[in-house]
């Protein structure tokens, strides 16, 4: 009787530890931000790139900048407060950042603007923009007044989230040296991109090695119309996103000449 309630102890000790083991969390691992700018830089080159003519609105703007691993390492807006943009941008700058990262690879970038139509509906890649969702319990987690600091509460923090218009740029080093990604929002979609553009450029993260838009490697490409046989709006490189302003798209497309991407688009 001793042996086997013995036996019936040491059955329970084991299946209490094997549950523990399984609900105690593996601890999240320190991001290493290491080769990416500061906020503080990435609030300088946020701010003079906003201030630039650049078509949209001319409303001011959230900047986020994640590691290779999609871990968060800089959050920075344009204004005085962080009222003076929209609210809801400091996110989605989060998830253009997570998705352009996600979505390039060291010899070849695709930016947000470039998922745009391959993801509508019976496009290549429709549904891409539901298969990492936003992790809300990061995305809306702290104190909102550190938020766009530089102990903003997403910093270190992996956010997540899948962004398929303008604003998201993954961010090269010299080498084809794929580092992590950018992602701005608070304007339209392409003066977004046109600022992360310039933003991206005056980080110097800007090699990029190929690219859906040629010599323009991850630029937007505005090239939707509708089709003369069935009336759809459609992408001639498939790869298209839509226009906002005629000065927003006029700026997008000479990007490669007044902003000309690094060195390794010509190796």
Same mark, same amino acid.
């Given at each position: 009787?001793?042996?086997?309630?013995?036996?019936?102890?040491?059955?329970?000790?084991?299946?209490?530890?094997?549950?523990?083991?399984?609900?105690?969390?593996?601890? #999240?691992?320190?991001?290493?931000?290491?080769?990416?700018?500061?906020?503080?830089?990435?609030?300088?080159?946020? #701010?003079?790139?906003?201030?630039?003519?650049?078509?949209?609105?001319?409303?001011?703007?959230?900047?986020?900048?994640?590691?290779?691993?999609?871990?968060?390492?800089?959050?920075?807006?344009?204004?005085?407060?962080? /009222?003076?943009?929209?609210?809801?941008?400091?996110?989605?700058?989060?998830?253009?950042?997570?998705?352009?990262?996600?979505?390039?690879?060291?010899?070849?970038?695709?930016?947000?603007?470039?998922?745009?139509?391959?993801?509508?509906?019976?496009?290549?890649?429709?549904?891409?923009?539901?298969?990492?969702?936003?992790?809300?319990?990061?995305?809306?987690?702290?104190?909102?007044?550190?938020?766009?600091?530089?102990?903003?509460?997403?910093? /270190?923090?992996?956010?997540? /989230?899948?962004?398929?218009?303008?604003?998201?740029?993954?961010?090269?080093?010299?080498?084809?040296?794929?580092?992590?990604?950018?992602?701005?929002?608070?304007?339209?979609?392409?003066?977004?991109?046109?600022?992360?553009?310039?933003?991206?450029?005056?980080?110097?993260?800007?090699?990029?090695?190929?690219?859906?838009?040629?010599?323009?490697?991850?630029?937007?490409?505005?090239?939707?119309?509708?089709?003369?046989? #069935?009336?759809?709006?459609?992408?001639?490189?498939?790869?298209?996103?839509?226009?906002?302003?005629?000065?927003?798209?006029?700026?997008?497309?000479?990007?490669?000449?007044?902003?000309?991407?690094?060195?390794?688009?010509?190796?």
């Amino acid at each position: 009787m001793l042996k086997n309630s013995a036996n019936f102890m040491a059955l329970i000790a084991l299946a209490s530890s094997a549950i523990f083991a399984q609900t105690t969390p593996t601890p #999240t691992p320190a991001a290493d931000c290491s080769l990416l700018p500061t906020q503080a830089a990435l609030k300088t080159a946020l #701010t003079a790139a906003q201030q630039q003519k650049n078509g949209g609105l001319g409303f001011n703007m959230w900047g986020t900048i994640v590691n290779r691993d999609g871990f968060v390492c800089a959050v920075a807006f344009t204004g005085n407060s962080r /009222g003076d943009q929209w609210p809801g941008s400091r996110v989605i700058s989060a998830q253009k950042a997570n998705t352009a990262n996600a979505f390039s690879i060291p010899g070849f970038a695709l930016s947000t603007a470039n998922l745009f139509a391959a993801t509508q509906n019976g496009g290549s890649l429709f549904g891409l923009q539901f298969s990492n969702p936003v992790e809300t319990t990061v995305a809306y987690a702290g104190d909102p007044a550190t938020f766009g600091q530089a102990n903003d509460p997403l910093v /270190g923090k992996q956010v997540g /989230g899948v962004n398929v218009f303008g604003g998201g740029l993954a961010l090269y080093a010299p080498g084809k040296h794929l580092l992590g990604g950018l992602g701005v929002s608070g304007d339209t979609s392409c003066t977004d991109h046109i600022i992360a553009w310039k933003v991206r450029d005056m980080l110097g993260l800007d090699s990029v090695p190929a690219g859906v838009a040629g010599a323009g490697a991850d630029n937007m490409i505005n090239d939707i119309s509708p089709d003369r046989g #069935t009336g759809q709006l459609v992408s001639t490189s498939g790869y298209g996103h839509p226009t906002c302003d005629s000065a927003a798209t006029s700026f997008t497309s000479g990007l490669p000449a007044t902003n000309p991407l690094g060195p390794n688009l010509s190796q």
